[in-house]
């Protein structure tokens, strides 16, 4: 899943950008409200976390653009103005939740944690597909109980299928889930990722089923 960090502080952005990518998370880190408006308006982002005083455009007319375009992903708003007015008017124009500066990472990611099981989970802690579990507080997969080890790629992929059991995902879709704006998003290297996963699912009912032509679904097959 893929989370676009916005925030105009480069040593703070580093870090954040570290701790992110570091729970195994996809990030782009920008640091213009412009710039992140052009990428919310191209790319598939499962979070949103934006700096409310960024250059050129600030973090609420990102958030508003955003809102007014239909776009429901979570966002979660950083500011160094712990008022109670800017708190409000961020949830006002659609944050989901506000952090204001000086914060503690693991604060941060709990928030993102939090926000994400909410947003893609239904609020449950975990995801499952038969004999396949996944936790998202802690991001790991088990099948039949025992832990199952990805690689990033292929754990991105099966990440993704899990939160939408019995539903088509097409390469497309899955490949702008899983690479950032800085890597060569190919969604042919997506097939290779899903020959992979399917060899260490098959001692289990649980499937990733091709549909030609328009993608996969993961599923239990009696």
């Known amino acids: 899943m893929r989370i676009l960090l916005v925030e105009d502080d480069p040593e703070l952005a580093e870090s954040l950008t570290r701790m992110l990518k570091a729970g195994g998370w996809t990030v782009d880190t920008l640091h213009d409200g412009v710039v992140a408006d052009q990428a919310l308006r191209s790319e598939d982002y499962a979070l949103a976390i934006l700096d409310v005083g960024l250059p050129r455009m600030d973090g609420f007319d990102v958030l508003r653009l955003l809102r007014e375009r239909g776009q429901t992903l979570a966002v979660l708003m950083l500011t160094a103005r712990g008022e109670v007015a800017d708190r409000v008017r961020g949830l006002n124009l659609g944050a989901d939740d506000y952090l204001a500066k000086p914060f503690e990472l693991s604060e941060l990611e709990a928030r993102v944690n939090a926000l994400l099981r909410r947003s893609l989970m239904g609020g449950e802690r975990q995801q499952q597909c038969g004999e396949l579990v996944y936790d998202l507080n802690d991001r790991r997969f088990t099948l039949c109980g ?14 993704n299928l899990i939160a939408r059991p019995g539903r088509l995902m097409s390469k497309e879709q899955l490949a702008g889930k899983v690479f ?3 890597q060569d998003a190919n969604p042919e290297a997506i097939e290779i990722y899903i020959s992979r996963l399917r060899r260490k699912l098959e001692a289990s009912p649980v499937r990733i089923v091709t549909f030609r032509g328009l993608g996969y679904l993961l599923e239990v097959q009696a």
């Open 146 to 159: 025992q832990p199952l080890q990805l690689p990033s790629r292929e754990h991105a992929v099966l990440e």
């Open 180 to 182: 950032g704006l800085d």
